[in-house]
């Protein structure tokens, strides 16, 4: 497949999976109260910090890897269901404490169900990163639409049928078995069904470095949800996730779409010995082309986002999102930057800036917390800038990349940003209802930006033509 169309399919992918996971939550945000959505937030954060231990580099070594035989794909099967059923008895365990810790029975009910996930996606871990390295995006899409349909009708059902937070913890199950049966259809024919124990000492040898520094990259993503439902409620952080609800569409339009493409690119240039600088240069150009935009349109329209999305029991979200739309604009320069490292063979320095990155996150999060969300959210943006900051630093010491190389490449994309937010925030002065606001607004960014990025010639105006 070539990369275009490895594009076009997963870009198709993730624009399926947001229509289907945004009608989802505006059914499931008039179902349930804050309070429900808060337990399976809290919930769903901790189970998301086992995960990154589940896959334990396993996906990431088999993209990258440049000889896989049979001898390696079936240990890493093995480490993948060692990993896999061994966290499926600590996230068990572990709901007993987190009940406590919480004060909250659900929990406990809540983390055992969504135990049962780790029994069964181990099965599956082995074929999706081998699709993916084979570049076989279209069954890939079947497959992540399926288990995405199969969550969403189940959660929805069972809202309706009155069983409360529950429902999102059984259809987090139902989409977990919908998943292995769509695998089992789409299997590579050559691979492996059974496990073994050689050979995964290399397998665990790569895990432990690149899942160090996910795993600690994902609990400065949680830090605010744990440290909210502690201090603040359980009904703050269903606002705080509702906030971040909105503002990680542009992952699920852009950034879940490009890295799985992206990183096999990157790969593929490293084995190689090309230069991946003027790569990862133009990506960049690329995604601060669609997220200053999109993150400057967020931040002006988010009341009537969140009135029409949520309801206006969730209107507490909007300040939070305003302030954390800043945040994410800045770092949009340095999303892609992570799958560069690790194409490279560079993991350690990406577990370092991880580590520093989610220290300075953390204790940002901990000393704002008392003060509110609005406080949490400013904490969040510092944690963007740190971030920032020490990936421009191992940019410029492994592709050459300097602050100079990046705002030459990115300067087109401001003047397009500028242009869309000004017929933006000229709609918000209108005197219209959330619905007819958000559509007006909606049709002049997107219109403005298509003239904007011809006008000022910017080079993602050119592949969008040779497309």
């Known amino acids: 497949m070539t990369s275009r169309l490895s594009f076009?399919?997963?870009?198709?992918?993730?624009?399926?999976?947001?229509?289907?996971?945004?009608?989802?939550?505006?059914?499931?945000?008039?179902?349930l109260t804050p309070d429900e959505?808060?337990?399976?937030?809290?919930?769903?954060?901790l189970v998301a910090l086992a995960q990154v231990l589940r896959d334990?580099?396993?996906?990431?070594?088999?993209?990258?890897?440049?000889?896989?035989?049979?001898?390696?794909?079936?240990?890493?099967?093995?480490?993948s269901i060692m990993v896999g059923w061994s966290l499926a008895g600590l996230v068990f365990a572990a709901s007993y404490a987190a009940a406590w810790f919480y004060d909250e029975p659900r929990l406990q009910v809540l983390l055992q169900l969504l135990s049962l996930n780790f029994m069964l996606l181990p099965f599956s871990a082995i074929a999706l990163p081998c699709l993916r390295r084979q570049m076989r995006f279209s069954a890939i899409f079947v497959i992540n639409t399926i288990q995405c349909a199969?969550?969403?009708?189940?959660?929805?059902?069972?809202?309706?049928?009155?069983?409360?937070?529950l429902s999102l913890a059984f259809g987090a199950v139902a989409?977990?078995?919908?998943?292995?049966?769509?695998?089992?259809?789409?299997?590579?024919?050559?691979?492996?069904?059974?496990?073994?124990?050689?050979?995964?000492?290399?397998?665990?040898?790569?895990?432990?470095?690149?899942?160090?520094?996910?795993?600690?990259?994902?609990?400065?993503?949680?830090?605010?949800?744990?440290?909210?439902?502690?201090?603040?409620?359980?009904?703050?952080?269903?606002?705080?996730?509702?906030?971040m609800g909105v503002i990680n569409v542009f992952n699920q339009l852009v950034t879940a779409a490009i890295s799985p493409v992206i990183f096999p690119m990157f790969s593929a240039q490293a084995r190689s010995g090309a230069d991946v600088r003027q790569a990862y240069?133009?990506?960049?150009?690329?995604?601060?082309?669609?997220?200053?935009?999109?993150?400057?349109f967020v931040a002006l329209m988010a009341p009537a986002l969140v009135h029409i999305l949520y309801g206006d029991q969730w209107s507490a979200a909007v300040p939070v999102i305003r302030v954390i739309c800043i945040g994410s604009a800045v770092y949009s320069m340095f999303s892609m930057?992570?799958?560069?490292?690790?194409?490279?063979?560079?993991?350690?320095?990406?577990?370092?800036?991880?580590?520093?990155?989610?220290?300075?996150r953390v204790l940002a999060v901990l000393l704002a917390a008392p003060f509110g969300l609005l406080w949490i959210g400013w904490a969040i943006v510092f944690g963007a800038v740190?971030?920032?900051?020490?990936?421009?630093?191992?940019?410029?010491?492994?592709?050459?990349?300097?602050?100079?190389?990046?705002?030459?490449?990115?300067?087109?994309?401001?003047?397009?940003?500028?242009?869309?937010?000004?017929?933006?925030?000229?709609?918000?002065?209108?005197?219209?209802?959330?619905v007819e606001q958000l559509l007006a607004a909606s049709a002049v960014c997107a219109l403005l930006w298509l003239a904007a990025i011809r006008c000022v010639r910017h080079e993602l105006a050119t592949a969008l033509l040779r497309s």
């Open 386 to 434: 740190i971030r920032s900051g020490l990936t421009l630093f191992y940019l410029r010491r492994f592709a050459r990349i300097t602050c100079r190389s990046l705002l030459e490449a990115t300067w087109c994309s401001a003047l397009v940003a500028g242009i869309c937010l000004t017929g933006s925030a000229v709609v918000t002065s209108w005197p219209l209802p959330p």
């Open 56 to 79: 334990f580099g396993v996906g990431s070594y088999i993209i990258q890897a440049p000889v896989l035989d049979d001898a390696r794909l079936r240990a890493a099967m093995g480490v």
């Open 281 to 296: 240069l133009t990506t960049a150009s690329y995604m601060t082309a669609l997220g200053w935009p999109f993150f400057g």
């Open 337 to 360: 930057a992570r799958y560069l490292f690790v194409a490279m063979g560079q993991v350690q320095a990406q577990a370092r800036l991880d580590a520093m990155a989610v220290l300075a």
């Open 175 to 243: 989409g977990a078995v919908a998943t292995l049966i769509a695998v089992l259809c789409f299997r590579p024919a050559d691979l492996p069904w059974l496990p073994t124990w050689h050979g995964m000492r290399e397998i665990l040898s790569f895990g432990a470095v690149s899942t160090t520094g996910t795993l600690v990259d994902e609990a400065g993503v949680a830090a605010p949800d744990l440290v909210i439902g502690k201090v603040a409620g359980l009904a703050e952080v269903a606002i705080y996730g509702k906030a």
């Open 8 to 31: 076009v399919f997963s870009f198709s992918e993730k624009y399926t999976l947001l229509v289907l996971n945004t009608a989802g939550a505006m059914v499931v945000a008039r179902l």
């Open 37 to 45: 959505v808060g337990v399976y937030a809290i919930g769903a954060v």
């Open 150 to 165: 199969t969550q969403t009708a189940s959660t929805i059902m069972l809202a309706v049928l009155g069983w409360g937070y």
